[in-house]
C-alpha cells in the first residue's frame, strides 16, 4: 500500500485492439518534479496519458493519487489535473476567452479579467476575441497552454507541447514548467526534444 | 472552490446555445427541411383542405421526427472531433450532467424551434387553430423525448466516421410510439374527442426516457472516448 503525496502509476498495461501498447509501465511522480517521457512514435506514450488522466481504463495496474486509486475519487482527481492533449481541443467558433471561460468554468469558478491575464501570460491577449479558427496553429497551442495555467491545477499532463511553437514559445513553455514544478506542481509531459526546464526531473523511456 | 451540477448545466447549455448561433445555417437546416418536406404533401397529394385535414398531424408528426433526426448527428460529433469532449469528460463533472446540457440545448435549437414554426404549417395543411393546444403539447413532448432517445443513439455511434444512418437505425424504431401517440392525439383533437390519454402517454414516455436516457448516453460516451 503506498500513502505516498504524489501520483503514483503501478505495472500498468494496455492494449490498443490487437496491439499489446503499454506492458507493465510504472513510474512515481511527487511534487515539485517533472517526468520526461520519451520513446519512438507508436509506443504507447498518448496511451500513458489517457490512462493516468483516467480517459482509459488500463487493462492491468493501476494509477494512484495520493495514494488513492484515481477510479475512487475521480472528480476530485479530475479537478486536480490539467490534461493538453496534443489537439489543442479549442472550439473554432468560440473566441480563446469563451473557450476558456466554459471549459474552465466546469472547473471552477472564473472572472473574465482572470483569464485575460493568463492569456496575457501565454502572449495571445491580442487575439483573446478572435474565433479560434483564424488563428495560426501555434497561437492555437499557446490558447490550450493559457487553459491548462487557468485551470490552477496540481498535476500537468502534457502531449507535445512544443508542436508548432516558436523559440519564444518553447522557452515561454519551459518557463511555465519550471515555474509549476518550483511552486510545488507535478507534471508529466510527452515531447520528443530535451525540455528546457531546469529543476528536479525523470525521465521515463517507453520501448516499442 | 468547485462548481456544483446546476451551474455547470446552465454554463454547458449556454455554450452549445452559442456554438449554433455561431452556425446558423446548421440551425436553419432542419427548419427549412421540415418546411419543405410538410409543404410538399399537398402538392402531391390534393389541394383540397378536407383530404388534407385528414392526414395533416400524420404530415405533421413524420416531417417533424426526420427534422430532427437530422440535426442529432452533430450532437457529441463535433466535440468528439476537436477533442473538447475529452475535456469535458476530465472537467470533473459527471458525464451526466454533460449529456443532460447538450441535449437540452440541442433541443432547444431543434425541436423547440420544430414546435414554433409547426402553426405555420398546420395553417396551409388546414388543420384549424382549435387544435393548436393539442398538437404543439404533443409535439414539445415528443420530440423532447426524440432528443433524449437520440441522446443514446449519437453516443453510441460518435466513434464511427459515418454514424448518421446507423444513427436512424438505432432511433426510429424507438420512436414509433411517439409518432403513433403523437399523431393520434392530434387526430383526436380534430376529431374532436378528448386527446388526454395520448398526451398523458406521451408526457410518460418523456418523463421516462429523460430519466434513463442520460445515463444510457454517459455509458456510450465513456466507451467512445476509451
Known amino acids: 500500500m503506498d500513502n505516498g503525496d504524489g501520483l503514483a502509476v503501478e505495472g500498468v498495461h494496455a492494449w490498443r485492439g490487437e496491439r499489446h501498447v503499454l506492458k507493465g509501465v510504472s513510474c512515481r511522480v511527487r511534487p515539485g518534479e517533472l517526468l520526461h517521457v520519451l520513446g519512438p512514435n507508436g509506443t504507447g506514450k498518448t496511451t500513458l496519458l489517457r490512462v493516468i488522466c483516467g480517459l482509459l481504463r488500463p487493462d492491468q495496474g493501476e494509477v494512484r493519487w495520493r495514494g488513492e486509486p484515481i477510479g475512487r475519487i475521480r472528480s476530485e482527481y479530475q479537478r486536480a489535473l490539467a490534461y493538453a492533449s496534443h489537439e489543442p481541443a479549442l472550439k473554432g467558433d468560440l473566441t480563446p476567452l469563451e473557450n476558456l471561460t466554459y471549459l474552465v468554468g466546469l472547473k471552477r469558478p472564473v472572472r473574465t479579467p482572470e483569464l485575460r491575464a493568463y492569456l496575457e501570460r501565454t502572449g495571445v491577449a491580442h487575439c483573446a476575441d478572435l474565433p479560434v479558427r483564424v488563428l495560426s496553429a501555434g497561437q492555437r497551442r499557446r490558447v490550450a497552454m493559457a487553459r491548462v495555467l487557468a485551470q490552477e491545477a496540481l498535476l500537468w499532463l502534457l502531449d507535445e507541447p512544443y508542436t508548432n511553437l516558436d523559440a519564444a514559445g518553447s522557452a515561454l513553455l519551459s518557463a511555465l514548467l519550471e515555474e509549476h514544478i518550483g511552486g510545488g506542481g507535478i507534471a508529466l509531459v510527452v515531447a520528443h526534444h530535451e525540455i528546457g526546464a531546469s529543476g528536479a526531473r525523470g525521465r521515463l523511456e517507453l520501448a516499442a | ?226
Open chain 2, 1 to 226: 472552490m468547485s462548481v456544483g451540477a446546476g451551474s455547470a448545466l446552465l454554463l454547458l447549455i449556454r455554450r452549445d446555445l452559442r456554438l449554433s448561433f455561431r452556425r446558423p445555417e446548421q440551425l436553419l437546416q432542419p427548419l427549412v427541411f421540415f418546411l419543405i418536406v410538410t409543404t410538399l404533401f399537398p402538392l402531391g397529394l390534393s389541394l383540397d383542405l378536407a383530404t388534407l385535414r385528414e392526414v395533416a398531424p400524420g404530415v405533421l408528426w413524420v416531417g417533424a421526427l426526420l427534422a430532427s433526426l437530422l440535426s442529432l448527428d452533430a450532437l457529441f460529433r463535433s466535440d468528439a472531433e476537436d477533442g473538447t469532449l475529452e475535456q469535458l469528460a476530465l472537467s470533473g463533472q459527471e458525464l451526466t450532467v454533460i449529456v443532460i446540457a447538450k441535449t437540452v440545448a440541442h433541443w432547444l435549437v431543434s425541436g423547440a424551434a420544430l414546435v414554433l414554426v409547426s402553426p405555420l404549417i398546420a395553417i396551409a395543411l388546414g388543420i384549424p387553430s382549435t387544435v393548436f393546444g393539442t398538437m404543439l403539447t404533443s409535439l414539445a413532448l415528443g420530440t423532447l423525448t426524440l432528443s433524449w432517445l437520440g441522446s443514446i443513439g449519437a453516443g453510441l455511434t460518435v466513434g464511427l466516421k459515418r454514424g448518421n444512418v446507423l444513427l436512424s437505425l438505432i432511433v426510429l424504431p424507438l420512436a414509433m410510439p411517439l409518432l403513433i401517440f403523437g399523431a393520434g392525439a392530434t387526430d383526436r383533437a380534430l376529431a374532436e374527442v378528448s386527446s388526454t390519454g395520448a398526451l398523458y402517454l406521451l408526457a410518460s414516455l418523456c418523463v421516462f426516457t429523460c430519466t434513463l436516457a442520460p445515463f444510457a448516453a454517459a455509458a456510450a460516451l465513456r466507451i467512445a472516448l476509451d
